[in-house]
């Protein structure tokens, strides 16, 4: 099976979609969330169009030179027929029979003409639009025409000539003259007719089928140059006026058919936009026309796909008139007559064709009318477009976005509307992130603030509990110490002064290691229940301690005051205040036993008061 015959290289591909808008056919697909558009080689026609527009060169077409360099080294005697725009192609060089004996240097035994084919075929044209039975056709010569009309408008195919091409005449001509099995390669200006040749079997076959450019890159692979060869001339039979087939009316002035405005029968048509237009008149308006239709899809052959790039219009056709009138100064045309008359009886003029119907059915109407309102064309004067997509109207491209072939992006004014639309929400939210970004740097600006000011209470707070007589000691959930005072590390003693020396306020110490269990069990109590621990003695040592834990941070942090009861600041303070405890638990005892032996007292006088009563009112 053959590769595809157009191909884009998805790596250098600049997604530029210029092949999209170029293909006639819309064959190149784009496709929703996939960025380099794709080839529909069924829906191809094979015109070339892309590789035209394409700047990067990521468009490819099915390259033949592995087959011809294969069918060259299999040991047969291989026949070259050669295009009549060869002469247009190569402007460097200043002989015809030079690029002749270039090509049999590559190891071709037979060079022939394809203008000898176009003579064949031009009189089976001459035959056919002479002799009018009813009915108008369009010629068949040119390979995307035929695809074109095969796979979009079938309808059209009864019109199309049933005459093969010069290529396929002429590669039976080659079979008559050399035998049936030799192998051809036809070089020439299209890539269409790469498949093309595959169509054909038997003594009609194109073995390989080899563009100009592939020509040149062959001549440059075992280099053949123009200075290093000698002159040699094509194999008879030789082209009569078929060598003007590189120009678009070549073959009806060849075939002898009048294009007179007045009374001629065929009217020639060229160029992708003129022929789609043909086509379209062809199939509405041809009964009121009454001409046959001449059509090719380039500028003449002499601008095919398959030429090099860059190449000028009417300096090539001016190479192909000059070459034709050079030809045909003296031209032997008795033995082109002989010729002609020798091989029409034994080749087959007939062509077939056949339906590839490639039309797409048309989507609802309320799905086309829902994209035309996404891309804003609902109005009927928007929908007849810019035609920058590559379709022909805004009801077109809504018709191929419906049938997946393409996506709304590809509409230009939408795509437009989309961005201003993204620039204007995408302003709005720098904006908003400006604004944010300023609070943030205010908000910054305070937190460091803060921070500041925490630092510096910190720092205060820090140094007035190391100002404080008490031992102060503040612990985590882990016992493990947070902060401690210099009271609190004198309590403990030498060895916690020297640790306190390496390690400021024994901070990270563990408490359990410094304080017996109950001790540190107070500060597990606190930190477990949650409740305050108040003035609690605890021996440590020889110290009698006075002990308080609060609880600082719920579950995880404690703090405690610790008093040494021996010191005599710490004794007379705590007598006075624990007298000051006892004297005031008295007076409430006192003010207590006052309280009760009044209440005793008045219920006395009442009991008494009541049997004195009682006691009167006996005697009465």
Known sequence: MKPPLISINKETCKVCYACVRA?????????????????????????????????????????????????????????????????????????????????????????????????????????????????????????????LIEKYHPELIGNLAPIVSPMVAIAQVVRQLYGKDTPVVYIGPCIGAKDEALRYTGEARVDAVLTFVELRQLFTEFNIKESTVEYSDFDPPLGFKGSLYAVSNGIIQAAGLSEDLMNGRVITAEGKDNILEAIREFETSIDFIRKNFNLFYCEGCLMGPGTTKGGKKYERRTL??????????????????????????????????????????????????????????????????????????????????????????????????????????????????????????????????????????????????????????????NLKIIESNQSFINILGEDAAEINEIIPGLMGADLKTLLPFQFYKLFSAVISNNENLVNRDVHLGEKLLNVSVFSIKKGRIAGAVLRDMYLPEVRKEEVIHRVTEVIDENLALVQKIAFLLGEGAATTERMLNSIIESHKEGKK
């Open 320 to 477: 192909v008139t000059d070459y034709a009138n050079k030809k045909l100064a003296d031209f032997d045309e008795k033995t082109w007559k002989s010729a002609c008359s020798k091989h029409s009886d034994k080749i087959s003029f007939k062509a077939d064709f056949e339906t590839n119907d490639q039309r797409m059915p048309l989507p609802s109407e309320e799905k086309i009318e829902e994209i035309l309102k996404v891309i804003g064309k609902q109005n009927s004067e928007d929908k007849l477009g810019c035609g920058a997509c590559g379709y022909e109207s805004c009801r077109d491209f809504a018709v191929n976005v419906a049938n997946g072939l393409t996506k709304t992006d590809m509409c230009i004014t939408y795509s437009l509307k989309s961005k201003h639309d993204f620039i204007k929400t995408l302003k709005l939210t720098n904006e908003k992130l400006a604004k944010t970004q300023e609070a943030l740097l205010e908000s910054e600006r305070r937190a460091r603030q803060e921070q500041q000011a925490s630092q510096e209470a910190l720092e205060r707070t820090s140094s007035m509990l190391q100002k404080l007589p008490s031992a102060i000691v503040i612990v985590d959930e």
């Open 23 to 147: 293909c006639p056919v819309n064959a190149i697909q784009v496709i929703v969330n996939q960025e380099p558009p794709v080839v529909d080689n069924e829906r191809c026609i094979g015109c070339g169009s892309c590789l035209q527009v394409c700047v990067p060169s990521s468009i490819t077409y099915r390259d033949s030179c592995d087959d011809v360099k294969k069918l060259l080294a299999s040991g047969n005697k291989v026949a070259a027929i050669v295009a009549p725009s060869i002469s247009g192609e190569f402007v460097d060089i200043t002989d015809y029979r030079k690029f002749v004996r270039m090509i049999r240097e590559l190891g071709f035994a037979y060079v022939n003409e394809v203008s000898f084919g176009v003579d064949l075929v031009a009189s089976g044209y001459n035959e056919l639009m002479s002799n009018f039975l009813g009915k108008y056709y369009l010629t068949a010569n040119c390979p995307p025409i035929v695809s």
